[in-house]
Every structure is written in C-alpha cells, then in structure tokens.
C-alpha cells in the first residue's frame, strides 16, 4: 500500500519527479527535467528539500538557540575591534602619506584638460560620440540633433539598459557559470565602462583617437563573447561536480 502511494505521489506531474509541494511544474519544465543532467539536478534537490523538512519536524531543537549570538558582548566586541583597525589604518595613512594640494585654481583662465570625478568619466566619454551621430540626407547632410544632444541621449540609453536588465534576469544563480549569458553580458558592461573611460580622457592615453574610439566598441563585444564561451564551457563540469559532491555529503535514500 505504501509503494503504491509512493507511486502515485512520484509520478504526479508525468516525468516521474518528486513534484513540489506548492508548485505545479509548466509544460516546459516538465520538458526539460524528462532527461540528463536538468532531471538528475532537480530529482535529487527535491529529495534533499522533503528530507530535510522532515528532518525538522522530527527534531526537537530550537534552531536559533544554536545558531545565534547575543549582540553584547560578541558582536560589539569583534565590531568594535574591527572599526578600531581600520580608523587607525586611515589616520596612520594620513599623518605618513598627506595629501598634495595644488595651487589655487585660477577663475580667470580656463585649464587646458578638463574632466569630471574618476567615477564618471564613463559617463562622460558617452558625450565624445559625435561621430556616431547620423548625417541625414534628407535634411542636406546635416545632423538630426547637436552632438552634444546626441551624448545625453547615449547617457539616458546606457543608464535605462542598466536599470532594466535586472527585469529581464530573474533567475536564481549565484555564480556566473550558471548562467553564462547573463554573465557574458555584466563582462561586457564592465569591459565597455572602462573603454569608454578611456575614450573620455583619450588627450592623456598615446594612441591613435580613431583606433581608440573602434577599440572602445570593439573590446567589450570581443570579451562578453571570450567570457560566454568559457563560461559554457565550464558549465557541464561544474554542474556535474556539484552534483557528485552533494551525492557524496548526502546519498539519496
């Protein structure tokens, strides 16, 4: 009689899978965890979940009365000497290494190079994309709108790309080889952030202005597409580890 409602219960949603308890699996889950590595991933994290949630309605411990510390004086303590550490490091740095002040900034005279906080010199070399400003000829060769229109434009762009991408990514990977496009693509922002800085500041870096201006495009597409490859690679192995290493912590039943 117990086999029989094991039966049942395991074959509930058609793949023969431990369903969820709470979840309906869709018709195109279902699809992907009929066979190989997805089916043997989901089987056995479904097994792991009902035995440990039975493990905890068997137990008789309080689980927080294990795993928790009061404030005072543990936390305060480790607290406090770490902030201690770093202030002293800081004031240590300041009293050794003081830092340079130039001379006064003249108001009558505008300085040869002029450039924004280190931490916005992405967004200002956004402002330098004058040559990708479209000459239309309908209007005689003239630009639609000013170049300097056209780089706030490419700000408003890059900045919504970046807000909208967590919308678009809902998946539950912790680590990048799990998802290896999605990380293709946080490479590809990092790499295109840092060429664009440097198209920013090109007056200071020797190289050719056209090469760095190809360059700034090119790179980031040539690392987010080096980074997926890798990164897809490593994935089956990965995975397959991971799933050998939990076997030999916690066998199946």
């Not at 058609?14 to 043997?40: A, F, Q």
């Not at 991933?41 to 009902?50: D, H, L, N, P």
């Not at 002040?101 to 994309?129: E, H």
């Not at 005689?140 to 229109?149: C, H, I, P, R, V």
Request: net charge negative; aromatic share 12%.
């Amino acid at each position: 009689m117990t086999d029989d409602n094991n039966d049942t219960e395991i074959a509930a949603d058609g793949t023969g899978i431990v369903p969820p308890d709470d979840e309906t699996p869709t018709w195109s889950e279902r699809k992907e965890r009929t066979e190989g590595l997805p089916r043997l991933t989901y089987e056995y994290f479904e097994r792991a979940r009902r035995e440990d949630q039975d493990l905890r309605v068997e137990s008789d411990y309080v689980e927080r009365d294990v795993l928790a510390f009061p404030a005072w004086p543990h936390e305060m303590v480790r607290n406090l000497a770490l902030t201690s550490f770093f202030v002293g490091m800081i004031i240590f740095l300041a009293a050794s290494l003081p830092p340079h002040i130039a001379a006064p900034a003249n108001g009558n005279q505008t300085p040869a190079i002029i450039l924004p906080d280190w931490y916005l010199y992405w967004s200002f070399g956004l402002l330098k994309l004058g040559p990708l400003n479209p000459e239309i000829a309908l209007l005689g060769g003239s630009k639609l709108m000013a170049d300097q229109t056209y780089g706030v434009l490419a700000n408003l762009v890059v900045v919504g790309a970046i807000a909208v991408v967590p919308f678009l990514n809902k998946g539950s990977a912790r680590r990048p080889v799990e998802q290896p496009f999605w990380a293709a693509v946080g490479v590809g922002g990092v790499v295109f952030s840092i060429t664009i800085a440097a198209l920013a500041v090109k007056n200071l870096i020797p190289m050719d202005s056209k090469l760095l201006f190809d360059l700034s495009f090119l790179l980031p597409l040539v690392t987010a597409f080096i980074s997926y490859a890798v990164f897809k690679s490593m994935r089956e192995g990965y995975m397959f580890e991971l799933n050998r290493r939990y076997y030999r912590l916690r066998p199946p039943k």
